[in-house]
Nanobody, 117 residues
Framework: VQLVESGGGLVQPGGSLRLSCAASGFIFSRYYMSWYRQAPGKERELVARISSAGGRTTYADFVKGRFTISRDNAKNTVYLQMNSLKPEDTAVYYC???????????WGQGTQVTVSS
């Protein structure tokens, strides 16, 4: 199993980034996909989750209205569109795949997002 995130970088406050997570080694279309983040000195936290077919999404309150999760099952890829970025969004963002919401899954290696002027 591989989950490879990309798209992170340095962006100014108010800017946008689009993260991608390319998956392989499992039946992507059968798995919930999530984005988590971890800032220095803080615990890893859920940012957004999308159901296997993409019909249901869940967002943390701190990103509602700013971030959008989506997936392309034909490309085995999940995305996170991040708009109106704030300095407090600075973190390593991780992709996570799990068959059921309460189960144990797989993590990507993470991609750094830094929001700073």
């Amino acid at each position: 199993v591989q989950l490879v995130e990309s798209g992170g970088g340095l962006v100014q406050p108010g800017g946008s980034l689009r993260l991608s997570c390319a998956a392989s080694g499992f039946i992507f279309s059968r798995y919930y996909m999530s984005w988590y983040r971890q800032a220095p000195g803080k615990e890893r936290e859920l940012v957004a989750r999308i159901s296997s077919a993409g019909g249901r999404t869940t967002y943390a309150d701190f990103v509602k209205g700013r971030f959008t999760i989506s997936r392309d099952n034909a490309k085995n890829t999940v995305y996170l569109q991040m708009n109106s970025l704030k300095p407090e969004d600075t973190a390593v963002y991780y992709c996570y795949a799990v068959a059921t919401v309460a189960g144990s899954g797989w993590w990507g290696q993470g991609t750094q997002v830094t929001v700073s002027s």
